[in-house]
């Protein structure tokens, strides 16, 4: 099959999946990208420990969008989990813990699933964490301090989410790891981002913090929300 990538959506929290103007929900241009009149819609729920309330509030959102062949994939992976992520138009990765979301991809083959899936024509959401997982690096605490971690490198930015209040100190600190060979993109609380396979850039409801470093100084550049 010839790759056939959709955008990725990023978004900071769950409150995207509920937002919309002018009376159609914003989440309707996710389900208008899959070519399937009964699309299949997958939770993974892995950096969260597989916690079902999340998964509650995934199964509201694909309701809002007329999406009900869905599944919540387990950190068990099962037979039957494998085959419905095989198949799956809209897989959403959801928040939490980014490294043990990470681990359990990596564990069980889940990571190989969800980028042949990617490459096949399937849209990916990531939400906090998982929007991290979805960028070049996540950030951890290992035994000497803040480290990163390599993720799925699907969009060639250092991401991190609602950490607005601290003046993305973590996306800051991973920056200045990398010696500033990677730009990073904060998505504040309430706001997403839409990464196209073209390259492009497009901040949703909020402003994306977009950070650069030039020679010893990290500049920060906000990128509006397109006017309707």
């Given at each position: ?16 999946l ?49 999406v ?31 490294e043990?979301g ?26 906090s ?92 550049a906000?990128?509006?929300?397109r006017q309707?």
């Amino acid at each position: 099959m010839q790759p056939n990538p959709q955008p990725i959506f990023l978004f900071a929290d769950s409150s995207l999946l509920f937002w919309g103007e002018g009376g159609n929900l914003f989440l309707d241009s996710v389900r208008h990208l899959t070519a399937r009149a009964s699309p299949k819609a997958a939770y993974i729920g892995a950096s969260n420990g597989d916690k079902p309330e999340f998964y509650s509030i995934f199964e509201a959102a694909m309701d809002g969008i007329g999406v009900h062949d869905r599944r919540m994939i387990l950190r068990s992976f099962s037979a039957e989990e494998r085959s419905f992520l095989n198949e799956a138009d809209i897989i959403l990765l959801a928040g939490g813990d980014v490294e043990l979301g990470w681990n359990v991809f990596v564990e069980t083959g889940m990571k190989e699933f969800i980028t042949r899936r990617y490459d096949e024509g399937a849209v990916l959401i990531g939400i906090s964490a998982g929007a991290q997982q979805l960028g070049l690096f996540g950030n951890i605490e290992g035994s000497s301090g803040t480290e990163l971690v390599s993720t799925f490198q699907l969009v060639p930015f250092l991401i991190d989410a609602h950490d607005e209040g601290q003046g993305w100190s973590r996306l800051r600190m991973a920056m200045r790891l990398l010696s500033g060979s990677a730009r990073g993109i904060g998505i504040p609380a309430g706001g997403g981002m839409v990464y196209y396979p073209d390259q492009q850039v497009e901040a949703v409801r909020r402003p994306l913090h977009e950070f650069s470093i030039e020679g010893e100084s990290i500049k920060e550049a906000l990128l509006l929300p397109r006017q309707k």
